[in-house]
């Protein structure tokens, strides 16, 4: 089954410990490109977070955001520089000395120097921590499961339009050989009618004629392409009935498809062979647009 590359998820988690939201977001992109938005307290889940896309997602660019809110009240540690402090103290006490102020140095005032007094978060235990861990992986794997329930369903839809696109550039191409082949038949019934004429004035070699007739048609051959883009078309089917990412074998089939029409339009004869070539190079050309939203 083929996957869109495009699609969107969002989940919340709450419990006990934490508070979070996840989201998860898919665009086109040639290759896998993953984005993460996470808080720095879990910046240690990176690679794990980046090994859980790979496991669901094969091409796109992804972005993951995760917002977290620890619901215990975390320990905080307060340290005071003395050194500093009694600079500031002595500092304080000179200019009141001087008259300069009328009181000396506050509680409040060491908080205006951010050097004086450093308020830090006191890390949880690992026991807390693992916890929190696993709480955030389990919701990430729920929103990139529901991310590839979207994507999937998303890629049956191209893979139905594909499928129709691809029938009817058979049908097309099935009326360019019939058209080639009545025109193929028409240009030798005209070139033995100039050669009779023209071997009515002078004497000419029929098998050197017959052969020169045989060259000229065999220019207009289209059957080894027919051939080579029915084999393109067959290959398409396969790949859109597997079970493994595509999107890049199907625009490279997509290309060769259009080189061997390229070629049939230049060959073929017949009156409207030009223009049912203009449509299946439309055909390809809505398959090769579809493709670039394939997995």
């Not at 000396?104 to 949880?124: C, N, S, Y």
């Not at 529901?146 to 994507?151: A, I, N, P, T, Y």
């Amino acid at each position: 089954m083929i996957k869109s590359m495009t699609g969107f998820a969002s989940l919340t988690h709450e419990d006990e410990l934490v508070n979070l939201t996840v989201t998860a977001r898919s665009v086109n992109h040639r290759y896998l490109d993953v984005q993460l938005r996470v808080p720095p307290a879990l910046a240690e889940l990176d690679h794990d977070l980046r090994a859980l896309v790979q496991q669901h997602v094969a091409r796109g660019r992804v972005e993951l955001a995760l917002a977290v809110q620890l619901r215990t009240e975390s320990s905080v540690e307060v340290a005071l520089n003395e050194r500093l402090v009694e600079a500031l103290a002595d500092a304080a006490a000179g200019a009141r000395r001087r008259g300069w102020t009328d009181t000396g140095l506050t509680a409040g005032d060491l908080l205006r120097f951010p050097q004086a007094v450093t308020v830090r978060e006191l890390p949880a235990g690992e026991e807390f921590r693992q916890a929190v861990r696993s709480r955030v992986t389990a919701a990430v794997g729920r929103a990139l499961d529901e991310l590839d329930g979207m994507r999937r369903r998303e890629g049956e839809f191209l893979r139905t339009d594909l499928s129709q696109r691809a029938a009817a550039v058979r049908e097309l191409v099935g009326r360019v050989v019939k058209e080639s082949d009545a025109g193929g038949a028409a240009l030798r019934e005209q070139l033995q009618a100039r050669i009779d004429e023209l071997g009515s004035a002078a004497p000419a070699d029929p098998a050197a004629i017959a052969l020169e007739i045989v060259k000229w048609v065999s220019r207009s051959d289209i059957h080894e392409e027919v051939a080579r883009l029915h084999g393109h078309l067959e290959h398409l089917d396969g790949l859109l009935g597997g079970a493994d990412p595509c999107g890049r074998k199907l625009d490279f089939l997509v290309q060769e498809m259009n080189r061997e029409i390229n070629t049939i339009g230049s060959k073929a004869e017949g009156r409207d062979t030009g223009t049912l070539v203009v449509t299946v190079k439309a055909e390809l050309e809505r398959i090769r647009e579809q493709v670039q939203n394939v997995e």
